[in-house]
């Protein structure tokens, strides 16, 4: 394994895992490898409502960007691969068609990453996939540990859409539903739009959830919702998934999604939310999804994409910097 040895090839020759990161063939050696955090994909779209094509979003997040594996941030001042172990860990076995089977798939190669002690970073798929990440990790930490923190346009609480439980309208209601997380540890940033209706919102309260829409983040300001947010998701839990839904950023900066909902976040307003969150918490898993590159005319919604997993991984090493986690 020539793990410290930055990889200087141009980002567009070789096989494309994510960054050139090296890749892991089974979960024998993720055990040995003790990564810090492992990208997984998740190329699925069966559980979509409306414009599809995300099961492309992985291959396209990992192909996406110039950056190298010396990649600096400028911000935070590291470089997040001198200081962590990151693998990339392929795709799940995802089933076209047949959203359980993929669940399974999902969850099984995520718990896998949760149980070598490592943060699986998904990449999606729809967000059908949340619902299993999640579960896994949330099972290999213990109940009631983790709290979700998770930025979308759409609150995806509801029972069905036409009947499917496992559609990308659904996976926060199961995630509840099934105890995976405490409903006031669910956070939602970035509510806009025309959807869910009142009694979805009415189910939401019961739960105890909390959520912010893009009309309390316009009134108070992000930073102030960002702090509660956090906050919040740590009432009860002391680690945090972070669930990126893609289209909480305006159309503008994520026109490859399958369900856009103008008047969103800007991508610098969700690239400083996905560095404090991570900074500010102890982050045991993340994904990004909704990333459909048949919708993404000029490639910058997997551009995004990419550099919020680059951002947690940047705030990750910072932490490490510093002599935290
Ligand atoms: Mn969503
Ligand atoms: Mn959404």
């Known amino acids: 394994m020539v793990y410290d040895r930055m ?75 001198k200081l962590l172990r990151v693998f990339d860990y392929g795709d799940a076995d995802v089933v076209p068609g047949d959203i359980e089977r993929t669940n399974q798939a999902v969850r099984a190669k995520v718990g896998e990453v949760a149980k070598a002690g490592a943060r699986p970073i998904v990449l999606g798929g729809d967000h059908s996939v949340t619902y299993p990440s999640v579960s896994a990790v949330a099972e290999a930490l213990g109940r009631g540990r983790l709290g979700v923190v998770h930025f979308d346009a759409h609150a995806d609480t509801a029972n ?18 099934s105890g995976a997380v405490p409903g006031r540890a669910f956070v939602q940033v970035g509510l806009r739009g025309y959807w869910p209706p009142p009694s979805v919102f009415d189910w939401m309260r019961e739960q105890g959830m909390r959520w912010h829409t893009i009309h309390d983040i316009q009134r ?13 998701a740590l009432d009860g839990p002391d680690r945090i998934y972070l669930s990126v839904d893609i289209d909480v950023l305006d159309p503008a900066y994520a026109p490859g999604t399958g369900t856009p909902e103008p008047g969103g976040l800007t991508a610098r307003e969700l690239l400083q939310a996905v560095r404090e969150v991570t900074l500010r918490t102890e982050l045991a898993g993340a994904d990004v999804v909704e990333v459909s590159p048949p919708y993404d005319a000029a490639g910058i919604t997997a551009e995004v994409a990419h550099r919020v997993v680059m951002e947690i991984l940047s705030a990750l090493a910072a932490k490490r910097a510093e002599g935290g986690a």
């Open 7 to 81: 990889d200087d090839r141009p980002a567009f020759v070789g096989i494309p895992t994510f960054l050139h990161l090296p890749a892991l063939a089974d979960a024998e050696a993720l055990q040995q490898e003790h990564p810090d955090a492992v990208i997984v994909g998740a190329p699925t779209d069966t559980a979509v409502t409306h414009r599809p094509g995300a099961r492309f979003g992985p291959r396209a997040i990992r192909a996406a960007s110039n950056l190298r594996r010396g990649s600096y941030h400028l911000g935070l001042g590291v470089q997040p691969f």
């Open 220 to 232: 108070r300001g992000f930073e102030a919702v960002l702090t509660e947010a956090i906050e919040q």
């Open 160 to 177: 069905d859409s036409w009947g499917v439980l496992l559609s990308h309208g659904t996976p926060m209601r199961r995630l509840i539903e």
